[in-house]
């Protein structure tokens, strides 16, 4: 990641794309929220959304999956032309989490995230808090998920 | 037929589900999968980090509370999925081996004013490990249909 004084309000991070299939959706599901419209095509069809649907999870963690390989990714460049890598973490949570509209089979959604605020940290000063919103956004240009994150990020000076 | 509607959801109703193992090996196949981070993946990395030693991902937190509220209640209600959550907190870390249960508070309920076929119902959900401590905190409102307007129908 890049130090605390390096990111500014605006910044947009642009992470990519993810599809979301029959399989990975059932597979999802079954494990973390077998509701029968996430897991079962007949009984989604006479659910209220008319077609099986991700579970909002699945929506989030493709969200994070590509966030961090995008960190990594910006990490390693960084590296290779020399620069410092600042440490982030720990998220303390995440608040205002909307799944926008329901996400079926064959939509991808595109993901990104923009600043929305820094300040500094009162009880980790070597750090600052990074606060972000993510949105997912599907092939017809409609936000599906959207998100509020903090997350600390390292200080490139450090107070004495 | 669902055994749960929006009427029988009562404010301040209390109830725990669990007690459910979180083993390192789904700790780490989580992580792995959709949240490769040091601290989730490896002891000796998780060690150098301010978590100071292997702990789950807050998300995997929140799939497992999922799939236990799925399993305790949910899928015998008529639940209508949730528009979000309001807000999530990852207050300690769960560690490998933890005996993890879900404590829900219904906090409030209320009509749909647009559509009359269903309500939403306001919860806390609180993670617990094996001292009661709270691990994780997420409050969300989920959308339940009426049994009035089922029986109606």
């Not at chain 1, 996430?38 to 991700?54: I, K, N, P, T």
């Not at chain 2, 060690?47 to 015998?76: D, Y």
Request: with cysteine; charged share 25%; aromatic share 10%.
């Amino acid at each position: 990641m890049k130090y605390f004084e390096d990111i500014q309000v605006g910044d947009v991070f642009e992470y990519g794309r993810y599809t979301f299939t029959a399989d990975n959706i059932k597979a999802f599901a079954i494990r973390f929220d077998p509701q029968p419209f996430h897991v079962d095509e007949a009984a989604a069809e006479r659910s209220h959304f008319g077609a099986l649907v991700a579970s909002g999870w699945h929506t989030a963690l493709a969200w994070m999956r590509l966030m961090i390989d995008h960190r990594r990714r910006m990490d390693d460049a960084m590296r290779e032309r020399g620069e410092g890598v600042a440490g982030i973490g720990p998220a303390l949570g995440f608040r205002d989490l909307k799944w926008l509209k329901p996400v079926y089979v064959g939509d991808t959604i595109d993901y990104k995230s923009e600043v929305t605020e820094m300040r500094l940290s009162n009880s980790r000063p070597h750090a600052g808090l990074m606060t972000f919103r993510s949105t997912g956004v599907n092939q017809h240009g409609e936000p599906v998920i959207s998100l509020v994150s903090t997350t600390f990020v390292e200080r490139r000076v450090k107070p004495p | 037929m669902p055994k749960l509607f929006w009427e029988d959801f009562q404010p301040d109703a209390v109830a725990v589900y669990g007690p459910r193992l979180v083993t390192r090996e789904e700790i780490v196949a989580f992580a792995a999968e959709f949240d490769p981070q040091p601290m989730h993946l490896d002891e000796a990395a998780a060690a150098g980090t301010i978590l100071g030693g292997l702990g789950a991902s807050g998300w995997h937190t929140c799939c497992l509370l999922m799939r236990m509220i799925a399993e305790g209640f949910l899928n015998e209600s008529a639940s209508m999925g949730a528009p979000g959550v309001d807000e999530v907190r990852w207050l300690k870390p769960l560690r490998p081996g933890t005996q993890i249960r879900v404590r829900t508070t219904v906090l409030d309920k209320r009509a749909s004013a647009s559509r009359p076929e269903l309500g939403f119902v306001k919860m806390l959900y609180e993670v617990l490990d094996e001292q009661d401590a709270v691990l994780t905190t997420l409050m969300s409102s989920m959308m339940m249909a009426r049994r009035d307007r089922e029986a109606a129908r």
